[in-house]
T-cell receptor, first 111, second 113 residues
Framework: DAKTTQPNSMESNEEEPVHLPCNHSTISGTDYIHWYRQLPSQGPEYVIHGLTSNVNNRMASLAIAEDRKSSTLILHRATLRDAAVYYCILRDMNRDDKIIFGKGTRLHILP | DAGVIQSPRHEVTEMGQEVTLRCKPISGHNSLFWYRQTMMRGLELLIYFNNNVPIDDSGMPEDRFSAKMPNASFSTLKIQPSEPRDSAVYFC???????????FGEGSRLTVL
């Protein structure tokens, strides 16, 4: 399985933007970059995914490097409810459907 | 839609007892995943099904664990006999084949004494 590397934890102030980095230097051409987050005492929830182009949705933006070896999840204005563990995952949508979660980044939001 | 439904939400049992966890995926989804989460090991993929067929069970810890999906709307994860080290939160998730989004249930918290 392709691997990703994320910082163990990050802190951000409330109402400020947050940039969560992810390195995936061994990404293959058919790997999509997925982000999930897990709020306390809940199951993971989908945030966003992309292949090559930057993506935006109501929750976040995903910025993908031109060489695709890294990506950044952007929360434009963090709230206390965004405190969670954020997982960056590679998924080959053509080959199989496994989704393997790493350790993720624990995001702390300071009021 | 009600989302992925898991039962029971909590179970406390004694070592050696059989445990059965249940999952109802979202209607129309044809992939189903079972995960286990502990503080030490994080989220581990145990097994997943496509169109009710087990595709990869390499994450199942040992023969004490078994999973079935008799139809598109129901799956079970069974542990027999249970051991204290099986204590964890077990999540079920479903998705449509080859799409981006995995939907998780609220999990079943298992405590084996």
């Amino acid at each position: 399985d392709a691997k990703t590397t994320q910082p163990n934890s990050m802190e951000s102030n409330e109402e400020e933007p947050v940039h969560l980095p992810c390195n995936h230097s061994t990404i293959s051409g058919t790997d999509y970059i997925h982000w999930y987050r897990q709020l306390p005492s809940q199951g993971p929830e989908y945030v966003i995914h992309g292949l090559t182009s930057n993506v935006n949705n109501r929750m976040a933006s995903l910025a993908i490097a031109e060489d695709r070896k890294s990506s950044t999840l952007i929360l434009h204005r963090a709230t206390l409810r965004d405190a969670a563990v954020y997982y960056c995952i590679l998924r080959d949508m053509n080959r199989d459907d496994k989704i393997i979660f790493g350790k993720g980044t624990r995001l702390h939001i300071l009021p | 839609d009600a989302g992925v439904i898991q039962s029971p939400r909590h179970e406390v049992t004694e070592m050696g007892q059989e445990v059965t966890l249940r999952c109802k995926p979202i209607s129309g989804h044809n992939s189903l995943f079972w995960y286990r989460q502990t503080m030490m090991r994080g989220l581990e993929l145990l097994i997943y099904f496509n169109n009710n067929v087990p595709i990869d069970d390499s994450g199942m810890p040992e023969d004490r664990f078994s999973a079935k999906m008799p139809n598109a709307s129901f799956s079970t994860l069974k542990i027999q006999p249970s051991e204290p080290r099986d204590s964890a939160v077990y999540f079920c998730a479903s998705s449509q084949l080859n799409t981006g989004e995995l939907f998780f249930g609220e999990g079943s918290r298992l405590t084996v004494l």
